[in-house]
């Protein structure tokens, strides 16, 4: 059984918020709030002036008086601070389906297969990344496993980063393929495999959908194989594979 968790970054802030000077009568100020489990952000947009312009032979869209324009980046959050908001108003929307997937009774030698679909829309947006990674191996709770795939050829075995050849119903493990227009080129053959990269083993998420386009509508289909041998033991085995999808970056 593999629980898919899906995660959405979409953080566009415009914030000043230093206070100079003696106020006679301080009052607290609130032009946004948002909040999560992991994370609270008070903040809003004081500058000078902000807005678009238009002539015969331009168009320009502006904020101006941001103290701090920078990119600020930890994990978890990207602030785009002195950044015109550009996904104010627009519709992010990103599905991965189903939320659960069971492969049910796992036969030596016998190989299986079963489908994700991932649709994601961007609006104005311009462009958006979409990365994954398993939180570990397929795992009984008494720690049995199943391994990730090294795919089919010894001499070039996929990795998290490259995708190999893996059709052999005798070379066992659990990985995935992933196709559609947005995918990493080394998909580009059927039967090619990637394992997952693992939060356990301290292993980054990555890159399996990306685009620079706004107003785009993407779809991929990703294809879970898993296959065992007869040696492997009897159990529940699971894991999580998490979905994130960051917009406008």
């Known amino acids: 059984m593999i629980l898919i968790i899906v995660s959405l970054l979409h953080c566009f802030i415009v914030y000043t918020c230093l206070p100079v000077g003696r106020l006679s009568h301080p009052h607290e100020v609130r032009a946004q709030e948002m909040n999560s489990q992991n994370f609270k952000i008070q903040g809003g947009n004081f500058n000078m002036t902000s807005g678009e312009k238009s002539s015969t032979n331009f168009k320009l869209s502006d904020v101006v008086g941001q103290t701090a324009a920078s990119v600020f980046a930890s994990k978890g959050y990207i602030i ?36 994700v679909e991932i649709a994601i829309s961007n609006g104005n947006v311009p462009g958006y990344m979409v990365k994954a990674a398993e939180n570990q191996p397929l795992s009984t709770s ?43 080129t080394d998909f580009g053959k059927d039967g090619y495999f990637r ?55």
């Open 80 to 115: 785009q601070a002195g950044f015109l908001n550009g996904a104010a108003g627009e519709v992010f929307s990103f599905t991965v389906l189903p939320a659960v997937v069971d492969f049910g009774n796992l036969l030596p030698n016998v190989a299986l297969e079963k489908p």
């Open 195 to 249: 394992p997952f990269p693992a939060t356990r083993r301290n292993e980054q998420p990555v890159l399996i959908m990306q685009s620079q386009a706004a107003k785009v509508t993407d779809k991929a289909t990703m294809t879970l194989r898993v296959a065992i041998g007869r040696d492997q033991p009897v159990g529940l085995y699971r894991n999580v594979i998490s979905f994130t999808a960051i917009a406008g970056i």
């Open 142 to 184: 008494v720690g049995s496993e199943i391994p990730d795939t090294v795919c089919d050829l010894p001499d070039k075995p996929c990795t998290t980063a490259a995708a190999s050849s893996w059709i052999k119903n005798t070379t066992y493990g659990f990985g995935y393929h992933i196709a559609g227009l947005t995918v990493p």
